[in-house]
């Protein structure tokens, strides 16, 4: 998939990979699409979460050996 | 008259419209009501350790994270959460009712020790708190888990409003100075009306 | 058929009207709602130390002030804030796990003191926890800070009910003549539909 | 500004002042006005909250050498 930005938040640990994901999403213009890379598997749920709360959609969420792939696509 | 039975009529068809539209308007009122609210959450902070410190700022700054509305009111020993250098915060593992027998971070060694039978064993050695401050230290950047600095810094970057107890701040000797800045000195009237509107309110 | 079309325009005018003015009726009567509310709070009062004394009171009598509508359950250690005599409440820095190593009241000398390293020496103090609860009583009047007694009184005179935890009485083996008047005396499923229709409910 | 009755909270702390000035009110009568002098800083937020909540308007509030001045209108 395509993205603007990317986020790589692998290693960091709940709730700093949300906390840099509202920072770089608040940088970015309407519709554009930020990627994240996790190695928390708390955060699985966490951006479905966030996703519902902020409005920011989800447009994917992935595993791939122990690693996170999310797929934002800003407000 | 043959106009009465005509209003008549007319005031009973008000009442079936009323009747079909209003509860589906109140539905809607409601809900509009719901979208457009924005959620909030209000922390009283009262401890003043390495531990304790983390819930009132891991909560706020993910709270801010999906843009709540989050105000901290630090109060009693949670004043020392707001000081300039808190590199001085400490786990006291002593006479901490949660903490259990066996310490939960550091190396193995150290995690295998059954520190509190008896407890006199951990009091007595001295140093033990350094060493559990510095192990615990170490374990939260091994972990890539946030140091206290670091989370009030992106609570504060994300508009979470600190409010300092300003009767504390007098009985405990503090000066102004002491603290970082963007801080609302005030006291408990100041709070509740924030803590009334609040979807959340904690006591930390 | 005169009467048709202008029953359906009188119905469309009646459905217009309608639409127009509901939502703002609506929105009114909420506001009504909220305007008229009584703010009310709960507390569970838990802890039975000087210190930790302070937030339950001063948290209540504040809202008492503001108008609200407080009630304090006092369960577990929290039962000793009722009792008549509370001259001996102290501060207990020992097992506290809220408070920082060094002490946050008194003379400068004695907050310059790192009493937990080692924890032995704190703990082996004779009479320490005596000498703690001495001074923040001193910095406490110094400061023009109510004390408890003062506190609770003015709790009960704004009509702040409180609750005494009659299951830890009986486990504490406490009697009811140890207790200040005033007091109702039951369990948790009187203090549960309190917090249920509370604005701020609140562990302490 | 003229007022009914005065009450010195000087040198008192959180949350007396307020208490105070609660107890004060309700001696009071409809539109009489209350004049609360503190030495509290955090007295400042607290009275307008105070007044906020209570619906006993605060006419003024006002600093002069570490003392502050509150006029209170009893509702």
Partial sequence: MDFDKDLDARGLNCPLPILRAKKALAEMTGGQVLRVLSTDPGSVKDFAAFAKQ??????SSGENNKEFEFYLKRK | MGATPEIANIDELIQRRI??????????ALQAREASHTPSMTIIA???????AYPP???ASTAAALGWDVKIFFTFYGLNLLKK????LKVSPLGNPGMPMKMPFGPDWFKSINWNIPNLVQAGIPGFESVATLLMQQTI???GVASIAELRALSQEADVKFIACQMT?????FK?????????FAGAATFLPEAQKADVSLFM
């Fill in chain 2, 176 to 184: 102004h100075d002491d603290f970082i800045d963007g801080l609302d």
């Fill in chain 2, 141 to 143: 950047r091994n972990n």
């Fill in chain 2, 57 to 59: 700022f891991i909560l």
């Fill in chain 1, 54 to 59: 902020t409005g920011n959609e989800l447009l």
């Fill in chain 2, 46 to 52: 009262t401890k003043g350790t390495l531990d304790w």
């Fill in chain 2, 169 to 173: 701040v007098e009985l405990f000797g």
């Fill in chain 2, 19 to 28: 009747d079909e539209i209003l509860p589906q308007k109140i539905e809607q």
């Fill in chain 2, 85 to 88: 250098d808190i590199s001085d």
